[in-house]
Nanobody, 122 residues
């Protein structure tokens, strides 16, 4: 059964680190990514990865966030370092059969995780 189940997140001070996980049962060959959204703003892709492990990042997180996937464990990760208050958002993992893009989301995606709140205080 295809499911995306997220864990991780929480609250951290500026400069701190968090790791998000997403157990992705049934999505081995899918394009996957992490998206985030704050109230009143559009959902945006911050990190994406294909089935070969090739990744791409939004400029706002480049050098601070790392996306990875462990296909043996069916798990997608987002390691977030040097967090800033502007990283505060609800983060979602996503999967799709078509290539994903970073930036503002312009189309519907195949599947979403339940979302997890990340709060970074100054």
């Amino acid at each position: 059964q295809e499911r995306l189940v997220q864990s991780g997140g929480g609250s951290v001070q500026s400069g701190g680190s968090l790791r998000l996980s997403c157990v992705a049962s049934g999505y081995t060959n899918y394009y996957m990514g992490w998206f985030r959204q704050t109230p009143g703003k559009e959902r945006e892709g911050v990190a994406i990865i294909d089935s070969d492990g090739i990744s791409s990042y939004a400029d706002s997180v480049q050098g601070r966030f790392t996306i990875s996937r462990d296909n043996a464990k069916n798990t997608l990760y987002l390691q977030m370092n040097s967090l800033k208050p502007e990283d505060t958002a609800t983060y979602y993992c996503a999967a799709d059969t078509r290539p994903l893009r970073v930036g503002v989301l312009r189309r519907g995606l195949y599947s979403w995780g339940q979302g997890t709140l990340v709060t970074v205080s100054s």
